[in-house]
């Protein structure tokens, strides 16, 4: 099945300060999505990203299907940044989200 | 427009006890998917279905966990005689259809005592 690896594992920023995570995949990609999964638990939907760039705000992903990765960057680090981020593609039937291990953000003032 | 919910957010069951969580779908998706999270793991599927059908359950364990997702209501999925290490979050997300993006309910926590 679908291989999804984050890095880096853990990343600790003061605020104001930039980061970019890494998505690698090991197949190709139909269905991409990054999250951000808050301190409370809560998973919220940062980007549906199969391929090209979008941008947010201070965030903004871009995919490379062609080389199997997808980065997320984000800009101005702000102490709500701080949650696990997770990177998750869909496997070849269809039928689930296969999920990265994620990053921990932590961004401290 | 209301987004996935979960219900209910929190469930303490003994050993041996039933778990039933519920979930509801974005208005205007008829796609289901469950997902375990234990804790400091990233989010595992368990199960896909539609109205009716299951399509996909090739996360479930084979004894104990069942879910569904009748014509009418929300999705369901039940753990019978729970352990100690059915402990976990369980999220709930929805679709318009297969392949589309996916958004996600708050999440059950089961705590098994």
């Known amino acids: 099945g679908i291989q999804v690896e984050q890095s880096p594992p853990d990343l600790i920023l003061q605020e104001g300060a930039n980061s970019t995570l890494r998505c690698n995949f090991s197949?190709?990609?139909?269905?991409l999505q990054w999250f951000h999964q808050n301190p409370w638990g809560q998973l919220i939907n940062l980007f549906y990203?199969?391929?090209g760039t979008k941008q947010n705000g201070r965030l903004s992903a871009t995919t490379v299907a062609t080389e199997r990765y997808s980065l997320l960057y984000i800009s101005s680090s702000q102490t709500t940044d701080s949650g696990v981020y997770f990177c998750?593609?869909?496997?070849?039937?269809?039928?689930?989200?296969?999920f990265g291990k994620g990053t921990t953000l932590s961004v401290s003032s | 427009n209301a987004g996935v919910m979960q219900n209910p957010r929190h469930l303490v069951r003994r050993r041996g006890q039933e778990a039933r969580l519920r979930c509801s779908p974005m208005k205007g998706h008829s796609h289901v998917y469950w997902y375990r999270q234990l804790p400091e793991e990233g989010l595992k599927f368990m199960v896909y279905?539609?109205?009716?059908?299951?399509?996909?359950e090739s996360g479930m364990p084979k004894e104990r966990f069942s879910a569904e997702f009748p014509k009418e209501g929300p999705s369901i999925l039940r753990i019978q005689q729970v352990v100690r290490g059915d402990s976990a979050a369980y999220f709930c997300?929805?679709?318009?259809?297969?392949?589309?993006?996916?958004?996600f309910g708050q999440g059950t926590r089961l705590t098994v005592v």
């Open positions: 998750a593609l869909l496997n070849q039937a269809g039928t689930a989200l296969i």
């Open positions: 197949d190709s990609v139909n269905n």
């Open positions: 997300a929805s679709s318009p259809w297969t392949g589309d993006e996916a958004f």
């Open positions: 279905l539609q109205k009716e059908n299951i399509i996909d």
């Open positions: 990203i199969p391929s």
